[in-house]
């Protein structure tokens, strides 16, 4: 360990005193929020105001209350003195953390939260263009304390127009000259490459300029980051939404905001990140979750599965709801109203329920809308024989009999489950929607072969599911979200983006995915059309194809399967030199595995073992026998973790052991795809084990011998 230099001992002594006062402050900041909650419970106001501004004072004593331990800053920008250069902030030094911290309200912030605008040179500024910032530090924290001032172990300055670092640290001394770059200090690339174990943690600290120009994107620009391996995109939109949250809490909180993951293991993993970036208020989910009318009690075979998914169900589904819709064989209305009798003539009737079906509307409005003008016809008849009308009138005729029985003939009102059961049963009824958009063997696919007795007793598949939210879209629209970002959004189908599309209409987007990583059969081949199924065909589409956890050497593994995949992505770039691959044949992939998993041991990291899925339990028993405990993919934090290759998306492991890659591949469509995957799922080092031979988009690795690759 070197000895620090005095100028740095001082410096991290005036830093540690001056983190003790932010956090002085904020415990000051949390009694204040507490106190302002029994005032505000006592204030006088009217019932609607009390009950909102109590909403709000306790939502937020709530909030800080849960602020989870953590340093209160990680960045400090000294500005030049210079007006010309640094505007109004020339002169000043800023602390940057993950929140706002200041004594009162009123007073200059102690810390400025790192999405505020000054913030934002901490992350842009370079030498070549400084943003008038003369210094630049960084702050190392002990990775295993928690944010106490005797956790800060080292600091880092960069100095621009010096062309170097100065400063050092405890734990990792100190640090040489640079080219100026911040990706080049020793506390940025530690944060960076810190090994993995637990949740996902927040990138505030080390976030990359072409990273925060896709955080700080205006709110109405729906967004699409196509991400490699490595690049951080999970982070960026989260990050994202945090800012949004920020910068226009009004406007994103009154739809609310939305995150939407791929499975609850992925979700877990990513649960600490908003929380810790101040925000508790999102609601984090699954599509199937957003979407679960019913719970699952079906599962489809993989054709009926595939038409299920497939954009025409769309026209299906509309033609099998609105062929309810009719008006052949109606006769006049006929409504006793004391001495009088109004009648409206059917063809009358006719216009009014073809003018509804041109307007468009959802099913449910459209059967009101047809029920008002009714009204409104007999409303006219009886104010030109009787005079005004009340309308306790009106309400009465809009409920009569004759009224309803007629709007139940022409434009009836319906349940999604009804209409689903009745297409899925019903050869004849299925025929008539599909005609001309589904050929005789989808439509065979998709009858069920053993039909309930009614909707009501029904079991209903995934596929099903997503059919049963575009009836009830159809009928009627739901709420929608002020925001929505949503991982791995490649594996959307057709179907399912028209589910998010519903829940975003007046709203913005956040699209994340890797076109690379697409499993499903349904996967997205290109942005372009799905984005259009999204309802934003005019997103941004930005790529992220700088690596700063996966190491080269997996990168470069992993880039020789892209030509395989049939889309078109650019190939991984990796900033780190690290890491290291390993491939063994063997005749026993068990012992291979259980060796693998003991040498990863002895290094610091978490160990993630990716196998088939039907071999997934095999190898887990196999290392219960060799006295190691391996948890699931849905255990957050587990040293050891034996994954499905099914389950391994989105996340990641310092050392990863990828167990026979061809049986991998051979065992779905996407399989290479799914390779891809698992392969980059390490940030440290790659194990290959196999007995059968590798697919030969690995390249020439040899049979029988473990090469390693630096």
Same mark, same amino acid.
């Given at each position: 360990?070197?000895?620090?230099?005095?100028?740095?001992?001082?410096?991290?002594?005036?830093?540690?005193?001056?983190?003790?006062?932010?956090?002085?402050?904020?415990?000051?900041?949390?009694?204040?929020?507490?106190?302002?909650?029994?005032?505000?419970?006592?204030?006088?106001?009217?019932?609607?105001?009390?009950?909102?501004?109590?909403?709000?004072?306790?939502?937020?004593?709530?909030?800080?209350?849960?602020?989870?331990?953590?340093?209160?800053?990680?960045?400090?920008?000294?500005?030049?003195?210079?007006?010309?250069?640094?505007?109004?902030?020339?002169?000043?030094?800023?602390?940057?953390? +993950?929140m706002r911290i200041a004594r009162d309200p009123s007073a200059p912030p102690l810390v400025i939260d790192w999405r505020a605008p000054v913030a934002r040179a901490f992350y842009q500024a370079s030498p070549r263009d400084p943003q008038g910032v003369a210094v630049r530090r960084r702050f190392g924290w002990s990775p295993a304390g928690r944010g106490d001032s005797a956790d800060l172990t080292g600091l880092e300055d960069e100095h621009f127009g010096s062309g170097a670092h100065r400063g050092g640290s405890g734990h990792l001394g100190s640090v040489p000259p640079g080219s100026g770059e911040a990706r080049d200090g020793a506390i940025l690339t530690g944060e960076i490459e810190r090994p993995r174990i637990g949740p996902m943690r927040d990138i505030a600290a080390t976030i990359q300029p072409e990273q925060d120009d896709l955080v700080r994107a205006d709110l109405m620009t729906s967004l699409c980051v196509q991400g490699a391996p490595g690049t951080g995109k999970t982070a960026v939109g989260l990050h994202r939404a945090a800012y949004l949250l920020y910068?226009?809490?009004? +406007?994103?909180?009154?739809?609310?905001?939305?995150?939407?993951?791929?499975?609850?293991?992925?979700?877990?993993?990513?649960?600490?990140?908003?929380?810790?970036?101040?925000?508790?208020?999102?609601?984090?989910?699954?599509?199937?979750?957003?979407?679960?009318?019913?719970?699952?009690?079906?599962? #489809?075979?993989?054709?009926?599965?595939?038409?299920?998914? #497939?954009?025409?169900?769309?026209?299906?589904?509309?033609?099998?709801?609105?062929? +309810?819709?009719?008006?052949?064989?109606?006769?006049?209305?006929?409504?006793?109203?004391?001495?009088?009798?109004w009648r409206v003539p059917a063809d009358e009737l006719e216009r009014i329920v073809r003018e509804v079906r041109t307007e468009e509307p959802a099913h449910a409005v459209g059967r009101e809308r047809v029920r008002t003008r009714i009204v409104q016809a007999i409303q006219r008849q009886a104010e030109r024989r009787a005079g005004p009308r009340t309308n306790a009138w009106t309400r009465k005729v809009s409920r009569a009999r004759p009224v309803t029985t007629l709007l139940d003939a022409v434009w009836p009102g319906v349940r999604p489950e009804q209409v689903l059961a009745d297409l899925l049963t019903d050869a004849d009824t299925l025929a008539a929607a599909a005609e001309g958009v589904l050929d005789a063997w989808e439509q065979k696919a998709l009858l069920w072969p053993e039909p309930p007795r009614s909707f009501r007793s029904a079991r209903w598949s995934p596929a099903d599911l997503v059919l049963l939210d575009e009836l009830a879209g159809l009928i009627e629209h739901p709420a929608g979200y002020g925001h929505v970002v949503i991982d791995e959004a490649q594996d959307l189908s057709a179907m399912q983006c028209r589910a998010v599309a519903r829940r975003s209409l007046f709203g913005s987007l956040t699209v994340l995915g890797d076109l690379a990583q697409g499993t499903t059969p349904w996967a997205a081949r290109d942005w372009p059309s799905c984005l259009a199924h999204l309802g934003k065909p005019d997103a941004v589409v930005a790529p992220l194809t700088t690596g700063f956890r996966v190491p080269r050497a997996v990168a470069e593994l992993a880039n020789g399967l892209l030509e395989h995949l049939d889309v078109e992505v650019p190939p991984a770039r990796s900033l780190r030199r690290d890491g290291e691959v390993v491939v063994e044949a063997t005749q026993d992939t068990a012992a291979a595995t259980v060796a693998a998993v003991n040498t990863a041991l002895e290094q610091a990291?978490?160990?993630?073992?990716?196998?088939?899925?039907?071999?997934?339990?095999?190898?887990? #028993?196999?290392?219960?026998?060799?006295?190691?405990?391996?948890?699931?993919?849905?255990?957050?934090?587990?040293?050891?973790?034996?994954?499905?290759?099914?389950?391994?998306?989105?996340?990641?492991?310092?050392?990863?052991?990828?167990?026979?890659?061809?049986?991998?591949?051979?065992?779905?469509?996407r399989g290479m795809s799914r390779l891809y995957v698992a392969l980059t799922r390490a940030v440290s080092r790659l194990h290959i084990v196999h007995s059968e031979p590798l697919p030969p988009a690995l390249g020439p690795r040899g049979e029988g011998v473990g090469r390693r690759v630096d």
């Open positions: 360990m070197q000895r620090s230099e005095p100028l740095l001992q001082d410096a991290l002594v005036r830093e540690r005193a001056y983190h003790d006062e932010c956090r002085a402050a904020l415990d000051a900041m949390i009694e204040g929020a507490q106190e302002q909650v029994v005032v505000g419970e006592n204030a006088s106001a009217s019932g609607a105001d009390a009950e909102v501004l109590g909403h709000q004072l306790r939502s937020q004593a709530r909030e800080l209350r849960e602020l989870p331990d953590g340093p209160l800053f990680f960045g400090r920008l000294d500005f030049t003195r210079d007006p010309r250069t640094a505007g109004g902030h020339a002169g000043q030094e800023y602390h940057i953390g +993950r910068t226009w809490p009004q +406007r994103v909180q009154r739809g609310g905001m939305l995150v939407l993951g791929p499975n609850r293991a992925f979700l877990s993993y990513i649960s600490a990140v908003l929380p810790a970036l101040g925000e508790t208020g999102v609601r984090q989910s699954t599509l199937d979750e957003e979407i679960a009318r019913h719970p699952v009690g079906a599962q #489809d075979g993989d054709a009926a599965a595939i038409v299920k998914h #497939d954009i025409r169900m769309a026209q299906v589904l509309r033609r099998a709801l609105y062929a +309810r819709v009719r008006t052949d064989g109606v006769q006049p209305l006929v409504l006793p109203d004391g001495s009088y009798r990291g978490s160990i993630g073992v990716i196998a088939a899925d039907t071999g997934a339990d095999r190898l887990r #028993d196999a290392l219960r026998v060799a006295g190691i405990h391996a948890a699931g993919p849905d255990t957050p934090g587990a040293r050891v973790a034996v994954i499905p290759a099914s389950a391994a998306k989105g996340l990641e492991y310092d050392h990863v052991v990828v167990v026979e890659p061809s049986v991998i591949v051979q065992a779905e469509p």
